[in-house]
Every structure is written in structure tokens, then in C-alpha cells.
């Protein structure tokens, strides 16, 4: 799961309704501020699981649902299948061209590189967090040198295999893959960081 960082006055919220396959009544809702997924959606969860909205699966006399306020208004794109589209893209990947998985507008970056050397480019300096996944064969990985212990305790690992992922910071990002073929997806929030200029 990908989250971006909210705002400190931006809430999220979980929904239960009488009916999911038609989400036409709320059965319960909360908005809560989110900051770890691991603690902050247990107490909701256990509050609706104790709630008579669950054991009636009826909202409770008087309950009014704030309603949903979507976010994102434009075109979700369909789900990738990732076999198929390195499949597809391999002509570009063996050449030493990284390709974009989904449009820059959706708030966040999926590149897949292939064969050859590739740097991330990152514009933040407190938020460059790169999720790596070496989908097809080796890579080896480099890390920006800093003299601080913080930034170096930060590097990422030597290389992946295949099947290997890791989360590295971003920031002077070294990717390099000698092997035909060879395929890692890279994963990053668009507005905390930038994947090659080349795309």
C-alpha cells in the first residue's frame, strides 16, 4: 500500500454500509486522524465491532453519516498487470530507458528500469522515500554519500535479486542492472519525488 503524507488538519475516515455491493446506506462511520495505520485504525475498528450498528447491521436511530468528500475527481486508470506490461516494454528496458507504469497527474510515481544505469531525482530533502522491487533478474544500488551516521544508516542494501524489495531514500538514488531483461519497479509519492528526467 502506498499512503502520502496528510496534512495535520486532513482526516480519513472508515466507512461500513448496510450493503456493500451497492454502497447506497451507511451502516457506521468515523473520521479520525491517521498517522499510523498499525495503531490508529485499531480503536475504530474495534469501536464498530462492539457497536449495535454491527450487531443489528442497521445504522443506530439518529446516526447521519457525514458523507464521503472524494479527493481525487478524475480518471482512475484500470489495474496493470505487471508480467505483461515489463513484457511489453522490454523493447524500451534493454535499451536503458526507464518507462512510466501510470500518468505523472495521479500523485505518484511507478517507473520500472531495465538494463542500464538510472539515477532517481528528488526535489525534497525530508521526504524522498523510494519503494524498490526487483521484479526480473539483479541490480546493484548506490546511495548519495553524506558524512552524516543518519544518511548513512539510510543507504540502501548493495543490490536486490529478484524478489527482493526495499525502502530507500531517494535522494542521489543509484540504479544499475547489467543483465538483459532485468526489470525493477520504483515507487515514490510525485510530489516528494521525481523519476528520471527522461520520462
Not at 502520502?4 to 486532513?10: M, S
Not at 548506490?142 to 544518511?151: E, I, K, L, R, V
Amino acid at each position: 500500500m502506498l499512503e502520502r503524507i496528510r496534512n495535520e488538519r486532513e482526516l480519513d475516515s472508515l466507512t461500513w454500509f448496510t450493503d456493500f455491493a451497492t454502497c447506497d446506506e451507511v451502516l457506521f462511520e468515523r473520521y479520525f486522524v491517521c498517522r499510523d495505520l498499525g495503531k490508529d485504525l485499531v480503536p475504530v475498528v474495534n469501536e464498530f465491532n462492539a457497536s449495535e450498528a454491527k450487531r443489528t447491521l442497521r445504522p443506530v436511530p439518529g446516526f447521519k453519516p457525514a458523507g464521503l468528500h472524494a479527493t481525487y475527481t478524475g480518471h482512475v486508470p484500470d489495474p496493470v498487470h505487471v508480467d505483461t506490461f515489463v513484457d511489453q516494454s522490454m523493447v524500451h528496458l534493454d535499451t536503458g530507458r526507464a518507462v512510466r507504469m501510470f500518468p505523472r497527474e495521479l500523485g505518484f510515481s511507478v517507473v520500472v528500469f531495465g538494463k542500464g544505469a538510472h539515477t532517481w531525482e528528488s526535489n525534497d530533502a525530508s521526504q524522498g522515500e523510494v519503494w524498490l522491487y526487483q521484479w526480473r533478474g539483479q541490480c546493484a544500488l548506490a546511495g548519495s554519500s553524506s558524512s552524516s551516521a543518519a544518511a548513512a544508516a539510510a543507504l540502501p542494501p548493495p543490490g536486490l535479486s529478484e524478489g527482493e524489495c526495499c525502502v530507500v531514500d531517494g535522494r542521489g538514488l543509484h540504479v544499475e542492472m547489467n543483465s538483459q531483461g532485468s526489470a525493477m519497479l520504483a515507487v515514490a509519492l510525485s510530489d516528494v519525488a521525481k523519476p528520471p528526467s527522461s520520462l
